[in-house]
């Protein structure tokens, strides 16, 4: 899943190609197939998914509880990861303390205290 992306490969050669302008179209698909944060959030509610097959909540209250149980057992787990970069982490860390704070700011609910 997530770590597949930073196995070693060994090195291929691949033949020189022409880059002359032309202008190589990226979709939105590969972008985000690239992004490292989408693919976490996605992978974490793949789990959440998986773990809710077939079974009926009433209560989002208990999706949103498993969606940060598994994001934080992910980043225990890709913190100690010796291959994945050291900046790759902390944006994933800063994500997860990002989420955390709007989880708590909705159970104080602090967001309709707000004026518009």
């Known amino acids: 899943m ?17 880059t002359s302008k032309k202008k190589v179209k990226v ?4 972008t985000l197939a690239n992004s ?3 693919q976490f959030k996605r992978n974490v509610l793949e789990l ?5 097959h077939g079974v009926p909540h009433v209560d989002c209250e208990v999706i949103k509880r498993q969606t940060m149980f598994i994001q934080s ?5 890709i913190s100690n990861d010796p291959e994945l970069p050291e900046h790759l982490k902390i944006m994933l860390m800063q ?3 990002k989420s955390i704070r ?12 707000r004026v518009v």
């Not at 057992?73 to 787990?77: D, K």
């Open 48 to 52: 959440v998914a998986r773990m809710n």
């Open 73 to 77: 057992q992910l980043l225990h787990s």
């Open 36 to 38: 490292t944060l989408y």
């Open 2 to 18: 997530f770590f597949n992306r930073f196995s070693k490969k060994p090195a291929t050669p691949t033949p020189a190609k022409e």
């Open 102 to 113: 709007a989880t708590l700011t909705e159970r104080r609910g602090e967001h309709l205290r």
């Open 95 to 97: 994500y997860h303390a």
């Open 27 to 30: 979709s939105a698909e590969a």
